[in-house]
């Protein structure tokens, strides 16, 4: 495979063309994240596995996702069935694909373990078992070192898992290749990624603060700002889901 290298400049079209894509077929791609956060909650409410379920479907979801927004880049309809797209891959695709959410699973958890380190594993039972630490532990600061800890180790497994799913969905390489390969491309063009993420951060945080301020500065009450808030947090969601495969189709040859 030819691994491309893209200017920095190359992230900020990743974004904007997320919201090109959510516009165009706004209700499709509701729907869509719409079925797959009720599954996600279905998923979590199995005995002993709840938690582990929903880290096992992300891999599926995200080919599902850039299934979608490829969809609507050509034109064409989709439904959220569009979702199972990886499991609809010529074998053994679709079985290379599960076994890459088992390999996502198990990493998420080794970063979990890492943070258990500093907290004695209160975030590792919060996010996989639900179960809630105690006062003293959530007023503390390990905990919140902890979530510091898990969110820098995540970075690099982000990496090799951003294009793994497509690599194996419709490129048909092995898991491990998959990760490496996705590893290399990202690390290749690290300066669009980081435009790309520098805007999405700034996005997320920046916009409830304007809707705040424009609240604030017209004396409206805290039902208006809910009624603003939620359908942009909705939207802003929406793009940055479609986005993701504004990346792939950038980087990867025929996708």
């Known amino acids: 495979m030819l691994l491309r290298t893209v200017p920095a400049r190359e992230g900020l079209l990743w974004m904007r063309q997320g919201f090109v894509w959510l516009l ?6 509701l729907a869509l994240v719409g079925v797959y956060v009720l599954g996600v909650a279905l998923l979590s409410l199995v005995p002993v596995l ?19 927004s490829r969809a609507i880049d050509r034109g064409q309809p989709f439904s959220p069935m569009l979702l199972f797209d990886g499991l609809r891959a010529p074998s053994p ?7 890459l959410g088992l390999l996502y699973v198990g990493a998420v958890t080794a970063v979990l373990l ?22 003293q532990v959530r007023d ?40 490496f390969t996705s590893s290399v491309i990202v690390l290749r063009n690290l300066p669009a ?3 790309y993420a520098t805007q999405w951060f700034a996005l997320f945080i920046g916009a409830p603060l304007l809707l705040g301020l424009l609240a604030t500065a017209v004396g409206a009450n805290s039902t208006v700002l809910t009624l603003l808030g939620v359908p942009a947090a909705i939207a802003m969601m929406l793009a940055f889901i479609l986005s993701f495969y504004a990346s792939a189709r950038s980087l990867l040859p025929e996708s």
């Open 50 to 68: 709840g938690g582990v379920l929903p880290l096992f479907v992300v891999q599926l979801a995200t080919t599902g996702f850039m299934a979608a």
């Open 24 to 29: 165009r077929q706004p209700w499709r791609a």
């Open 93 to 99: 695709r679709p079985r290379q694909l599960l076994l």
């Open 140 to 179: 503390g600061a390990l905990l919140r070192q902890a979530a510091l800890v898990a969110s820098v180790a995540y970075i690099p497994l982000s990496a090799a898992f951003w294009l793994a799913p497509v690599l194996v969905s419709w490129h048909g390489m092995g898991p491990w290749q998959a990760l």
């Open 193 to 195: 990624f980081i435009v």
């Open 114 to 135: 890492l943070a258990s380190l500093i907290d004695g594993g209160a975030l590792l039972r919060l996010l996989l078992f639900g179960q809630i630490p105690a006062a």
